[in-house]
């Protein structure tokens, strides 16, 4: 099956631009989706699609994707956005899904 | 609103059994696949199963296949996950999540609507 690799931990100034990026397989054939986690709450999806956010989600969060590589750009990161964040996206061989290991976002 | 809530976690001892349930609210259920992702302590997410709108399509992650079976009841709003031959490596929270779209048959794994989870713990 395939994996999805982020980098364990990413750190931002408060107010500056931040990308968490996300690589695997299948991601040639499938778009990612993002999600954010804070301690003890359940994920939220905050991108899916090529660059989509549910009803709620602040346009400061974005999406894209280049080969291999889904990126999640947060423009002018907030202490809020502080939390964990994973992608997913459907295996490329099976009817499974993915995640990523996540990425822990410290905002300084 | 749109919700979803799990119940049926507790502490099971290894080869035990649980039945995990997740009560959805606020959408029209027969129309969207549902997902079980766990998380163990301190670790990242794990896509377990899904199920299509109808319960016609199933698919598992490969350490579960043939130990869980996720089944659902649309006229109770409801989705299931029987977990037998429970292992230690299966302790995590457990959240079932909505798939977004409703599109019959048609699933792209984005999950816009998780509950809180429910906490399985598997040990002697």
């Known amino acids: 099956s395939s994996e999805l690799t982020q980098d364990p931990a990413v750190s931002v100034a408060l107010g500056q631009t931040v990308r968490i990026t996300c690589q695997g397989d299948s991601l040639r054939s499938y778009y990612a989706s993002w999600y954010q986690q804070k301690p003890g709450q359940a994920p939220v999806l905050v991108i899916y699609?090529?660059?989509n956010r549910p009803s709620g989600i602040p346009d400061r969060f974005s999406g894209s994707s280049s080969g291999n590589t889904a990126s999640l750009t947060i423009t002018g990161a907030q202490v809020e956005d502080e939390a964990d964040y994973y992608c997913n996206s459907r295996d490329s061989s099976v009817y499974h899904v993915v995640f990523g290991g996540g990425t822990k976002l410290t905002v300084l | 609103q749109v919700q979803l809530v799990e119940s049926g976690g507790g502490v099971v001892q290894p080869g035990g059994s649980l039945r995990l349930s997740c009560a959805a609210s606020g959408f029209t259920f027969s129309r969207h696949g549902m997902h079980w992702v766990r998380q163990a302590p301190g670790k990242g997410l794990e896509w377990v199963a899904i199920i299509g709108e109808d319960g016609s399509a199933l698919y598992y992650t490969d350490s579960v296949k043939g130990r869980f079976t996720i089944s659902r009841d649309n006229s109770k709003s409801t989705v299931y996950l029987r977990m037998n031959s429970l292992r230690e490596d299966d302790t995590a929270v457990y959240y079932c999540a909505k798939e977004m779209g409703d599109t019959p048959s048609v699933y792209y794994y984005y999950m816009d609507v998780w509950g809180e989870g429910t906490t399985v713990t598997v040990s002697s």
């Open positions: 699609g090529e660059n």
